[in-house]
């Protein structure tokens, strides 16, 4: 590959979000590079509107896996470039960035034409009985400490809908409890206030002591930094359950749609920017009855302005 300073790359975007993304893409574009006919400098032209978007817009984690999969990339070219030039420039920047995934991920190519827009694939969200499984299971922990580590991380998932990383980056100062229920504050990249589902405070207010504000809310012992935090405590947890972080969060999401939850407070306890990001969820919500469906557009009431 020919060297063309793409380590002096420097983005027409916004520096502080440069400041979050630009670690990411940089040791993509690097990793790809060698794999790829194109030079850095085109490939990071490719990349950093692509993880933009999948971290700003679409509330994407800045994984590997998550921003450069084929799907991520489809939805990218179908709903993100809205005013990106022509048919051809687009075309270029999507082949662009199936190389980059051929190259990190060994990821097949991708079918000549796009899938429609959503073919994004939202880990599924779990059913009732999946969440009484998992509710089971945390209680069944041979230990205190593993109960309320249990029961917690399930709360911070299902009734803040968390993703992994927040959850192992909150501290027992984050949550506060008063008579109108339990709030988490979330601060890193998407920072915001999200209001914990009535059914899931009990763990959480549990957890509240004035005295260990900087204590990790779950695994309190643990050193941080630590990416694969949960799955190590699910893996040597008491019986054996298929736990996911984002399959926590969609259940979460999921459940507020089919609740009616105003969009707006939604997208600002999700972290989220646009309501597209919510789009890709909208297959699983089930349809409401006629009933509720009649009285929810009869009896919408806005404060006046």
């Known amino acids: 590959m020919k060297e063309d300073g793409g380590s002096a790359y420097l983005p027409q975007i ?5 400041t979050h993304i630009g670690n990411f893409v940089r040791a993509a574009v690097v990793d790809a590079a060698p794999s790829t006919a194109y030079s850095e400098r085109e490939l990071y032209a490719a990349a950093t509107p692509l993880t933009l978007w999948a971290w700003q817009t679409a509330a994407m984690p800045l994984e590997r896996d ?11 070219i179908g ?3 809205t005013n990106y030039g022509s048919k051809a420039s687009r075309n270029t920047l999507r082949s662009r960035l199936l190389r980059i995934s051929e190259a990190l991920l060994d ?18 969200p779990y059913t009732a009985r999946d969440v009484v499984t998992l509710k089971s299971w945390a209680i069944a922990q041979t230990t205190h400490e593993r109960r309320s580590n249990a029961e917690a991380l399930l709360a911070l998932g299902l009734g803040a809908g968390l993703s992994g990383r927040e959850i192992v980056n909150l501290r027992i100062g984050d949550i506060n409890a008063d008579d109108h229920g ?18 899931w405070e009990r763990a959480l207010a549990a957890r509240v002591d004035p005295g260990q504000t900087e204590t990790w809310a779950f695994r ?8 694969n935090l949960i799955t190590d ?16 969060h969609a259940t979460w999401v999921v459940q507020h749609l089919e ?5 707006i407070p939604l997208m600002r306890a999700a972290g989220l920017q646009s309501p597209e990001a919510l789009d890709r969820f909208f297959k699983f919500v089930r349809e409401p009855d006629s009933g509720y469906y009649r009285n929810a557009l009869r009896d919408a009431v806005a404060t006046p302005r």
């Open 14 to 18: 916004d520096a502080r979000y440069w």
């Open 66 to 76: 998550v921003i450069f999969a084929i799907s991520t990339i489809e939805r990218f």
């Open 107 to 124: 990821a097949p190519l991708a079918p000549p034409v796009l899938r429609p827009l959503g073919g994004s694939d939202p880990s599924p």
């Open 220 to 227: 309190e012992q643990h050193a941080g930094a630590n990416r």
């Open 233 to 248: 405590f699910v893996s040597r947890a008491e019986g054996k359950i298929r736990l996911q972080a984002r399959r926590m």
């Open 182 to 199: 339990v709030l988490i504050r979330v601060r890193g990249e998407r920072s915001r206030v999200v209001p914990v589902l009535r059914e």
């Open 259 to 263: 609740a009616g939850t105003p969009l």
């Open 79 to 81: 709903v993100g470039l």
